[in-house]
Structures are given as C-alpha cells and as structure tokens.
C-alpha cells in the first residue's frame, strides 16, 4: 500500500491551460512537499506546506489536512512547466519522506 | 547561498565494488537525508543524519550505509554493488527535520 497516491499518472496540456494535479496520503504528516524534476535533472523543491495555501507565481498548491489530500495548480501552462511533479510528505512520527508517483507534466505549444 | 552539492554528478561501477557518494548541505543545515530514485520503485527513503547520529533508515539491506561529518557533510557507502542498485540517488538538507527540505542534484550511479 501507497501512503502518498497521485493523480493523474500522466498529463498532457496545451499550452494556457490550467492544470491540477492532485495528492493524496494515509500517514500524520508534519508537511507536504511538491517536487518537480525535469528530465535527466535534479529535484527542487516547489513549495513546502503544513496549511492552507501557497502561492509562486504562476504555481498554486493548497492542502487540506482534515482530508488528507493537497492539489498543486498551473496556471497559463507553458511548455517549460513540462516535468515530473512529486508529492511528498514528511511523516510526523517517523522524520522520513513518502513520495508520490510522480505525475508527468506534458505542455505542448 | 550555496544549495546542496552532490559529489560526483556520475559514476560507473563494476558489480561487487563498492562506492562512496558525498553530499555538501546548505550551511547551517543540519539534517541531511539520502534516497534512492529508480524507474521501477520511484523516490524511496534510505535514511537521515542529524547531528551525526543517524536517526531513522529505510528499508534497504546493510549494504547501504552512511554517516554524517562534524560540519555536516555526508556521505552514503554501497558495497557490493549489484546491478540493481543503478539509480539516481538523491540527498536533501534542512535546517531541522520539521523545516523545509532542499534536494541536491543527485548522483546518477550506473553499475555494470
């Protein structure tokens, strides 16, 4: 069993479009991570979340503890948003990471 | 401010040597985790250091091992190495646990 599932697998938008990506985890966390990774790169970290919402420009990712579950939107979609986005949480007991899937972002031009 | 540095970017091995990864945290960080990204199981949890005492492990065997410097530095150990540990492996350094994590660029093992 997952203790982070992600949806959708695999995205693909035509550039503008706004797009969600969502996270779901089992375990008490003391924060959520979205990660991107582009291909044949490392890892940056997008934002860190233990409430609410949070905004970068044209990335927004809001959580819900209660439900245990966070989106990461784009919005205006651009080709240089096509990556791997990664949710991760910060297990609250055990001071380790679960990771998502991973969803793979494809904006076309 | 210098993010996390990873040392090498990449690395080829033989099956059955072993191999040694370091990972430079952001200064004044003291908490530095490892994990192993493959395209079969994704990012998986190896283990974290935390004022040079290793405070949780994944669920990998013995082989993998690692420690952490009296200035935080760490490095990550592989012995016999097996073609299926061919992997990006991946550090992140924090200031504490519970703060925000940055990642390093990863080492891309190749064993063959």
């Known amino acids: 069993k997952n203790e982070v599932e992600q949806s959708p697998q695999n995205l693909t938008a035509q550039e503008g479009e706004f797009i969600t990506i969502n996270c779901s985890y089992s375990v008490g966390i003391s924060a959520l991570h979205w990660l991107q990774q582009h291909p044949g790169g490392g890892i940056v970290s997008l934002f860190m979340?233990?409430?609410g919402k949070k905004k970068h420009g044209r990335l927004i990712a809001t959580i819900n503890i209660q439900e245990k579950h966070s989106s990461l939107h784009i919005t205006a979609s651009h080709p240089r948003d096509s990556a791997v986005y990664i949710c991760a949480v910060r297990s609250y007991t055990g001071n380790q990471f679960y990771f998502g899937t991973g969803t793979s972002l494809t904006v076309i031009p | 401010k210098a993010g996390v540095t990873q040392t090498p970017r990449y690395l080829i091995k033989t099956r059955g040597q072993q191999v040694t990864l370091s990972c430079s945290p952001i200064?004044?960080?003291?908490?530095v985790s490892w994990y192993q990204q493959t395209p079969g199981q994704g990012l998986q949890f190896l283990f974290e250091y935390f004022s040079e005492t290793q405070r949780n492990k994944g669920n990998f065997p013995g082989r993998f091992s690692g420690r952490q410097f009296s200035n935080s530095r760490s490095e990550m150990n592989v012995s016999t190495l097996e073609l299926g540990d061919s992997a990006l492996y991946l550090c992140a350094s924090s200031q504490e646990t519970v703060t925000e994590a940055f990642f390093g660029q990863g080492t891309r093992l190749t064993v063959v």
């Open positions: 200064s004044g960080h003291r908490s």
């Open positions: 979340l233990s409430s």
